[in-house]
């Protein structure tokens, strides 16, 4: 029986999590992966967990997840601390006070 060929595949709706096994367990990204036609990767199809792609479509969503990477972390790292920055003004600190203790 020969080797059959590798597939592409990604999650089979939004928020899935599926871990690709002979990748060390990582998990598999949104825009989806080249697999090996394995028995837990037909399962996962079965089960509506993955869906089979072209590969055409896997390498237009590779490309966009690529261009939008870095600026959809850099989107929310600069809201989440703007966020922060609304609800917690900074406040500047305040000199230690040098007094001299009091002997007793």
């Known amino acids: 029986m020969g080797k059959k060929a590798d597939i592409y595949v990604k999650p089979g709706f939004e928020g899935a999590v599926v871990r690709m096994p002979d990748r060390g367990g990582k998990i598999m990204p949104p825009h989806g992966a080249l697999v090996p036609n394995v028995i837990f990767y037909q399962r996962r199809m079965a089960d509506k ?4 792609i072209t590969k055409t479509e896997f390498e237009k969503a590779e490309k966009a997840a ?26 500047p600190l305040k000199a230690a006070s040098k007094a001299p203790a009091k002997e007793q």
Not at 81 to 90: A, F, K
Request: hydrophobic share 25%; charged share 35%; net charge positive.
């Open 49 to 52: 967990d993955l869906v089979s």
């Open 66 to 91: 690529q261009k939008t990477a870095g600026k959809d972390i850099n989107q929310r790292f600069t809201k989440a601390r703007e966020t922060v920055e609304e609800t917690q003004p900074v406040k």
